[in-house]
DNA sequence: GCTTGTATTAACTGTTACGGTCAATAGGGA
DNA sequence: TCCCTATTGACCGTAACAGTTAATACAAGC
């Protein structure tokens, strides 16, 4: 990988970045062109191979990246500093809704890329977002207050069925083509409001 | 399309459209290939060309049968001859885990199809999913009995909320390969249950 | 065994897509 | 003007793909 890709502009390393989040995140590995990343982002196939010496690496670098990113907005927005679950429920999602402006297809790719079956990249990712998010859920399940809680529903359930309704609800987003960061802000706030109502403990 | 695929033993006809339905699911349109379908079928690319004189002829056949299957399946399980939310919302699903017993990709594939945006495929799309599910919707809430929710929630959130999580449930099963019907029809009972308890009213 | 009809395929075709390269150009500063 | 860097159009070899065709495998009837 080129050097000169950090000395561009920001505006437009993010159009690039931003271009092969979208392509690899509608297509699987193999069948990502180059050249949709090149037209997406308006420069040329060969200036883009220029910057990333081939495919692979690309990708590679989106993947960390990705990671990396999300790992910096998560710890921004202090998710981890409180014991409300809910509350960190509302900031984690927030932190992605904030990438989500500059990076709009970076949360589909990394939905997509933790499956991606093709041997050289998947041999290739050493740092899953599996271990990471196994690993924070691990956490949040140490830091909150049980209390808070309805004491007759199963927390596990109730987790998983959250994160389930949050991929659902993204995926149709992604699906119709329709990423505006501030409604979805709303909706997703709607949504915790909600669960948030639904599974705590009346006083 | 071919009358003699109709006079194909039934096994080889589910075999042949499984793998179409899996094909499909995976990829667009444009890069779902013939000769993937045939090897995952096991018969010859030529063979397949003979059933379906073309790409475009078998994904609309597969189209209308994922309607007409859905529909049908929804109706055996008497899906809608009861005013209890949850028993419906079981009715639906279960109808849909049997019909993922034959056609373990159907799920997938319509919620791929419905967002198809090839031209000539998407124009010769008349009758179309949310046509249907929008109509069932409107028929669920008619039919179905307020009296027996919590007062305090909002039930469209409800609504959206749970079939954003049976997406995400489905979704994460598909993209991790993971499609055992035994076992994801356990886990939705599982699901369906915590739902019930959490938005039933206490008598 | 031979004949006939059908099920099935290997091999082929023409075209396009793709990853990657390179020689050439454009553009800006000295 | 020269020089240097950013950028690209055109190109290459290969592979993928939709669809065709001529040939084969196979079974049924004689």
């Known amino acids: 990988m080129n050097d000169k890709f950090f000395k561009l502009p920001l505006e437009k390393q993010r159009r690039i970045i931003n271009a092969a989040y979208k392509v690899f995140s509608e297509n699987s590995y193999k069948k990502a062109p180059m050249s949709e990343i090149a037209d997406e982002s308006g420069i040329s196939k060969a200036l883009l191979f220029h910057y990333f010496t081939n495919k692979k690496e690309l990708y590679l670098y989106l993947w960390t990246n ?19 679950f809910f509350e960190m429920l509302k900031r984690s999602l927030l932190s992605k809704c904030s990438l989500m402006r500059e990076y709009p297809h970076l ?3 990394s939905l997509r890329a933790y499956y991606e079956t093709t041997p050289e990249i998947q041999n290739s990712i050493q740092e899953n977002f599996n271990d990471v998010s196994k690993a924070s859920e691990m956490i949040v399940f140490e830091k909150m207050d049980i209390l808070k809680f309805r004491k007759d529903i199963d927390i596990k359930t109730m987790y998983a069925e959250i994160f389930y309704a949050v991929d659902g609800y993204m995926l149709k987003k992604y699906r119709s083509n329709c990423i505006i960061p501030d409604e979805i802000e709303k909706e997703i706030i709607v949504l915790i409001d909600f669960w948030k109502k639904v599974y705590t403990q009346e006083v």
Chains 1, 2 share one sequence.
Not at 67 to 82: C, D, F, H, N, Q
Request: hydrophobic share 40%.
């Open 66 to 84: 990705a990671i990396e990113m999300t790992r910096k907005a998560v710890a921004e927005y202090k998710t981890l500093e409180t014991d409300d």
């Open 107 to 109: 949360y589909a790719f």
